[in-house]
């Protein structure tokens, strides 16, 4: 009776149509701990002149012992919550465009939204500070704003981040248990797995956060507990318990985050890195038949998932032939010309 009293105070916030008003005095009149419920719950919820103004438009009087029949309960805030979501579930519409959310015993207002792309897809989103998340293929991100931090969740894939600046809201992406912060700059963050994250500052610099780790820095290896700066121009290379930073050009830079030109651009990558890259972009499947063709250095521009231009380029530029046994299924191998050569 109490989930129906719920559901039912929440329509009554919403507003009634004709066919609800119907089912309303249907469930009404089953039963006098109904009334006596609804009356509760909205008194909990600081939603009793609702209620009563629905009442007193229908016509129906309000009992004085109402309230007097059921004591209100305390409710924790973690508690009326849990019950908030579970009616926000069964009615299946959000109540509020915002939740309330707590920071060090302060109420802040937040908000969440979840975009994400899909395989070969890349897409750009001006989030509701100012800053640019672009996502790359197959990726998500969950972003949660309030008025103390701006906090980017990369479950999957890449997002390269630039930074609107506000020093007093600061902005953070999580990915796995790696925290990177920043307030005005702009980063590129690949999640290649659970344990294997990489992350391109190309303007500005961050702080990255992380359990015990040996960090790697120009050939010398020390023991990192705390943050990590990063700033332009460095990039960071996290696998499990250890990392390495290393300084790339800006041509480097730009090859690494062509993707959001939506162009891969190689300089003599070996084709089984380069397949591998592909890979990301396209549902097409490939195998090397040959371990010499995969180590064959590939140089070139390609718009992302044009297959058709990769294996142009292989046949006429590096004798590579190709077969498709199967629809999705590539397989490249040595020409003739080049095993004899």
């Not at 229908?58 to 309230?67: I, T």
């Not at 690949?190 to 961050?206: P, Q, T």
């Not at 397949?275 to 390609?302: C, H, P, Q, W």
């Amino acid at each position: 009776m109490r989930e129906e009293a719920s559901i039912w105070v929440v329509r009554l916030m919403e507003g009634l149509s004709a066919e609800q008003e119907q089912q309303f005095f249907v469930w009404l009149g089953k039963c006098r701990d109904h009334k006596d419920l609804l009356f509760e719950l909205a008194a909990t919820w600081d939603e009793l002149g609702i209620v009563e103004s629905v009442f007193g438009k229908l016509s129906v009087k309000r009992e004085q012992k109402a309230l007097s029949s059921f004591k209100l309960k305390s409710f924790s805030v973690a508690a009326l919550m849990l019950v908030c979501v579970f009616i926000v579930w069964q009615v299946g519409s959000a109540i509020y465009g915002s939740i309330s959310t707590f920071y060090s015993g302060d109420q802040a207002q937040s908000s969440k939204s979840v975009y994400s792309t899909a395989t070969g897809e890349q897409s750009k989103v001006t989030l509701s500070d100012g800053s640019i998340a672009s996502l790359n293929t197959n990726s998500r991100i969950a972003v949660h704003f309030s008025n103390a931090i701006r906090k980017v969740e990369l479950s999957r894939g890449e997002g390269m981040f630039e930074v609107k600046h506000d020093n007093m809201r600061p902005f953070v992406v999580e990915a796995g248990n790696i925290t990177i912060r920043a307030v005005g700059t702009a980063f590129n963050v690949y999640r290649i797995n659970a344990d294997h994250i990489e992350i391109l500052v190309s303007k500005g610099r961050v702080a990255v956060s992380y359990p015990n780790t040996n960090l790697a820095i120009s050939g010398k290896t020390r023991v990192h507990n705390d943050d990590m700066q990063l700033t332009d121009g460095e990039l960071a290379k996290i696998d499990g318990p250890g990392s390495e930073v290393t300084k790339i050009d800006k041509q480097t830079i730009e090859s690494r985050l062509a993707w959001t030109s939506g162009m891969l651009i190689f300089d003599g990558q070996p084709l089984e890195q380069v397949i591998a890259e592909l890979s990301r972009y396209t549902e097409t499947k490939f195998i090397i038949r040959d371990s010499s063709v995969g180590r064959i250095n590939v140089s070139g521009y390609f718009s992302i998932g044009d297959v058709n231009a990769l294996l142009f380029a292989l046949s006429n530029n590096f004798n590579i032939t190709w077969d498709e046994p199967e629809k999705g299924l590539i397989v490249l191998h040595a020409s003739s010309r080049q095993e004899n050569d």
